[in-house]
């Protein structure tokens, strides 16, 4: 069984920074595709940013230009700058195998202050 684990979450000020990790079980190398997704209570969840094995990025719109995803041959990261309180959540990782198999992570919680 593939286990996602995140790490990096917390409580910063607005404006502040946080870089997130997401462990896999596996090599990261077995994803055709990774991602970042966040949820906030009573909304659905929304993807935040993508890479691709062979390098492809995207991410979305109210991030760009303040988060960045990456990943090396152990954990994909998503490194986010210029905090605002609109992006509190938790944040998952998810990932998708060779053969479409969907995975995800429990969460970590981020939260920024005003």
């Known amino acids: 069984q593939v286990q996602l684990v995140e790490s990096g979450g917390g409580l910063v000020p607005s404006g502040g920074s946080l870089r997130l990790s997401c462990a896999s079980s596996?090599?990261?190398?077995?994803?055709?595709?990774m991602a970042w997704h966040r949820q906030v209570p009573g909304k659905e969840r929304e993807l935040v940013a993508t890479?691709?094995?062979?390098?492809t990025i995207t991410h979305e719109d109210s991030v760009k230009g303040r988060f960045t995803i990456s990943r090396d041959n152990a954990k994909m990261y998503l490194q986010m700058n210029s905090l605002k309180p609109d992006d509190t959540g938790v944040y998952f990782c998810?990932?998708?195998?060779?053969?479409?198999?969907?995975?995800w992570g429990q969460g970590t919680q981020v939260t920024v202050s005003s």
């Open positions: 596996i090599s990261i190398s077995s994803f055709r595709i």
């Open positions: 890479i691709s094995s062979d390098g």
């Open positions: 998810n990932a998708v195998g060779r053969l479409n198999s969907p995975y």
